[in-house]
């Protein structure tokens, strides 16, 4: 059974930084896209980014140049770096594993709030 755990919310003011991570345990994360989504109160799921097996990115367009997704293989583990972060980016974010052998994977999410 795969299990996704994220850590690193919280409440930043407007312009700051968080980092995201998504601790992945239970199955082959080699070989999964990991992928983080958010939550607004309200308003359907929205993908955020997605990194593949190749450590290629891709960015949703109102995140490009602010934020960062990663992996590490050695810790399995798939990063979510915040930054210039605005009240409307405020959510609960998701860590998603896209299982190519089964099932696909959602954490329990992470709230972000950012207010001043």
């Known amino acids: 059974q795969v299990q996704l755990v994220e850590s690193g919310g919280g409440l930043v003011q407007p312009g700051g930084s968080l980092r995201l991570s998504c601790a992945v345990s239970?199955?082959?994360?080699?070989?999964?896209?990991m992928a983080w989504y958010r939550q607004a109160p309200g308003k359907e799921r929205e993908l955020v980014a997605s990194i593949d097996t190749t450590s290629s990115a891709n960015y949703a367009d109102f995140v490009k140049g602010r934020f960062t997704i990663s992996r590490d293989s050695a810790k399995n583990t798939v990063f979510l770096q915040m930054n210039s972060l605005k009240p409307e980016d405020t959510a609960v974010y998701y860590c998603?594993?896209?299982?190519?052998?089964?099932?696909?994977?959602w954490g329990q999410g992470t709230q972000v709030t950012v207010s001043s």
């Open positions: 239970g199955g082959y994360f080699n070989i999964y896209t």
């Open positions: 998603f594993a896209d299982r190519p052998l089964g099932t696909d994977a």
